[in-house]
């Protein structure tokens, strides 16, 4: 009989073992600022001094690339594929290799592109890594929690009743498995609650221009999570 | 070159199941993936030197079989149309691109199935 086996899996564990703190950003619903927080979060990680990875985990529906405004970059191959830099930061997306196409992906392609773009990273030396992941809980979040296991998960959540349901409802998947959370209120009204992001009428406006993002409350409202969330 | 990323995932595999303990593997090369087998050989054999490893292994490229969700079609790579070289290395750097350059030669649509020969794989009797 010939048995088969998928050599990817085995040098996964490698390319990150000189990142010292991963960080997942979720929240399992739609559209509440995954996205905007990942891409902050990163930029106030590096000014605080910390050499930081953005990996945007959305495969079908990535935008880190348009929050910091990244344009005519490629990855490098070099021994596998290095991250292109941006602002300090190292970023990865599946972006690079879409050309803007619209395309979409059952579960095995979502497993199998995930899996391939763990395998050819190369991130080297890094304090802390941000992974943007997509909405839900499905394929790229399964495949991430089976191939790496060393991660904290910060669930954003808002207001809404319903985003506050989800998160008590899914966070217990990764809870029970042995993961730390850590729960960021978005669009917050009341800012006495601990790690708040308020509501800033003017983030979309500077969404591509990291200058921009830089100057907006909302950023300011990162950078200062970002201190306890590197301690935790 | 990302080739060498492939190479030692193979080696790295090689040498942590002991299934593959002595065994002579073939490695299987997707159609899909279009990897340079002369530069993977070289990374390979650069590799196995640098471990002192005495790992023996034959390449074989495992032709591309897609399935069409819509219409039931199988179809290979000698029917799709030609890609642009940018496509073609983005393809090869994430295979499931092929889902945003590619359609069904049959029924236009952008829901197939990637059967097999999509990237790199180990074979073992
Ligand atoms: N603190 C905030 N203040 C004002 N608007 C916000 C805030 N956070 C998010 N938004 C709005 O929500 C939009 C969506 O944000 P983002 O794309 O980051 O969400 P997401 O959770 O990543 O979405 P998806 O689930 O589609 O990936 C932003 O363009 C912005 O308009
Ligand atoms: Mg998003
Ligand atoms: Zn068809």
């Known amino acids: 009989m010939t048995n ?9 564990a490698e390319r990150f ?26 930029l106030a990680m590096n000014d605080l001094g910390f050499k930081t990875g953005l990996l945007d985990m959305d495969i079908t529906s990535s935008t880190d690339h348009i929050i910091l405004g990244v344009k005519d970059k490629f990855p490098e191959e070099k021994n596998g594929i290095l991250p292109v830099e941006i602002y300090g930061i190292k970023f990865m997306s599946f972006y690079f290799f879409t050309m803007s196409k619209p395309f979409a992906l059952r579960g095995n392609d979502i497993k199998d592109a995930v899996k391939e773009l763990l395998c050819v990273t190369v991130w080297d030396k890094l304090d802390c890594l941000i992974i943007d992941m997509p909405p839900g809980f499905s394929d790229a979040a399964l495949e991430l929690m089976r191939l790496i296991n060393n991660f904290k998960v910060i669930l954003v959540r808002t207001p809404s009743p319903l985003s506050i349901d989800i998160v008590s409802r899914m966070s217990g998947i990764y809870k029970d498995k042995g993961f730390k959370t850590i729960i960021v209120n978005n669009m917050s009204k009341d800012t ?10 003017s983030i979309d406006d500077a969404i591509g221009n990291v200058t921009a993002i ?11 999570l970002s201190s306890d969330m590197i301690k935790a | 070159m990302h080739e060498w990323a492939l190479a030692e995932s193979v080696i790295k595999t090689v040498e942590t199941k002991p299934e593959l303990k002595n065994k002579k593997i073939k490695i299987l090369l997707g159609e899909l993936q279009d ?6 050989r070289f990374a390979m054999d650069e590799l196995l030197k640098q471990r002192e490893s005495q790992i023996k292994y034959s390449i074989v ?19 799709i149309t030609k890609k642009s070289k940018a496509q073609r290395e983005n393809i090869h750097f994430i295979p499931e691109m092929v889902k945003a350059f ?17 990237g790199v794989m180990i074979s073992y009797d």
């Open chain 1, 4 to 12: 088969l086996i998928d050599p990817r899996e085995n040098i996964i």
């Open chain 1, 17 to 42: 073992k000189d990142v010292k703190k991963i960080f997942l950003v979720s929240g399992f619903k739609g559209g509440i600022g995954k996205s905007l927080i990942s891409s902050s979060l990163s």
């Open chain 1, 192 to 201: 006495t609650m601990g790690n708040s992001i308020r509501y800033d009428t």
């Open chain 1, 214 to 224: 830089k100057k907006t409350q909302f950023y300011r409202d990162v950078l200062s």
């Open chain 2, 35 to 40: 990897i340079d087998e002369e530069i993977f």
């Open chain 2, 61 to 79: 490229v495992d032709e591309a079989v897609f399935k069409c969700n819509e219409c039931g079609r199988e179809f290979f790579m000698s029917e």
């Open chain 2, 102 to 118: 590619v359609k069904c030669p049959v029924c236009d649509s952008i829901d197939f199935d990637i059967v097999k020969g999509r």
